[in-house]
């Protein structure tokens, strides 16, 4: 494993052509085989220091949370206890477990169902445990973000590009407000869960000076959250079969979405970050078939 044996190793970065346009790929989807995407950038803090008083980790948020597995492999990794609160898991989950939390329980995670699981999580903070907040929205994320930032600079050299600009989806924003403080090209993203201004208000919780912050590309149809629609299905299979690339069914489709939407208005050559969770496609697949079999 790369990571885990604490060695950086940079992730590919790839030319692709979709719909007759080029687009740069960057791969944190290939970083590692199970700590990978943008929560092994955002935890890479955590992997990389020593904790000595620390023995266990405790987090909270969806059951179904990308963030969720990638603190089970760390507190695996780290030979951590991993505590995540969860507000309610359906029977049906619970009864056949399937995708990212099928996998953070085979890690060993100890799951508590609570109704004030932020509360409950941030009130284990002590000398001997760490607590993550939802998504891994901190400030140590900056991390492992700038080394993203890093390699991003020496791709975008070696490739020669032209005028380039990144374009990532965003969920608490933390992954885009880093890349753009750290990076000098601009940096397009756009909200998934809730609306603009909801996304805003995340970055204004990390980073006061406006002026770093990224652009929101923003469109007139509104997706609900990790909600099944079938023109974003046909764009991830569309994705899928002319670039060769897998991407995540909850960020990535209605990122593209809206990434096509602005392109042929912005200058300059696109970079799509990758930010993995394809671990969770296996969940939002089961639940496609089930809402259009
Ligand atoms: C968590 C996640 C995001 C959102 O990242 P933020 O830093 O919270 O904006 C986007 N894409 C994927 C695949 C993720 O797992």
Redesign the pocket.
């Known amino acids: 494993m790369a990571l885990s044996s604490m060695r950086y190793k940079n992730s590919p970065f790839e030319p692709r052509v979709y719909r007759g346009k080029e687009f740069y790929i960057k791969r944190d989807d290939l970083l590692d085989k199970d700590f990978s995407?943008?929560?092994a950038r955002?935890f890479y803090y955590f992997l990389k220091n020593d904790f000595p008083t620390i023995k266990r980790v405790v987090s909270y948020g969806s059951n179904q949370?990308?963030?969720m597995y990638s603190l089970s492999v760390l507190a695996k990794l780290k030979s951590w206890e991993f505590v995540y609160f969860c507000d309610h898991i359906p029977k049906l989950l619970k009864e056949n477990p399937i995708g990212n939390f099928k996998y953070a329980l085979l890690n060993g995670m100890k799951l508590i169902e609570s109704k004030d699981r932020a509360k409950e999580a941030n009130e284990l903070k002590s000398k001997t445990t760490l607590v993550i907040q939802e998504?891994?929205?901190q400030a140590e994320?900056k991390f492992g973000i700038e080394l993203l930032a890093n390699e991003l600079k020496q791709d975008i050299k070696k490739h020669n590009i032209k005028n380039p600009y990144i374009f990532?989806?965003?969920?608490?924003?933390?992954?885009?407000l880093y890349l753009s403080v750290f990076l000098d090209c601009r940096v397009f993203?756009c909200s998934?869960v809730g609306g603009d201004e909801y996304l805003k208000d995340q970055f204004l919780e990390l980073e006061k000076d406006e002026s770093l912050f990224p652009k929101i590309l923003s469109s007139k149809k509104k997706y609900h959250y990790a909600k099944p629609y079938l023109e974003l299905y046909e764009l991830w299979y569309e994705l899928k079969k002319e670039m060769g690339v897998e991407f995540?069914l909850?960020?990535?489709t209605v990122?593209w979405q809206k990434l096509l939407l602005h392109a042929n208005s912005i200058k300059g050559t696109p970079i799509y970050i990758h930010?993995?969770?394809i671990k969770?496609n296996e969940s939002m697949l089961a639940r496609y078939e089930r809402k259009f079999p």
């Open positions: 995407g943008n929560k955002k949370s990308n963030a998504g891994g929205r994320a990532l989806p965003s969920g608490t924003g933390t992954t885009a993203t998934t995540d909850i960020y990535d990122g930010q993995g969770g969770g």
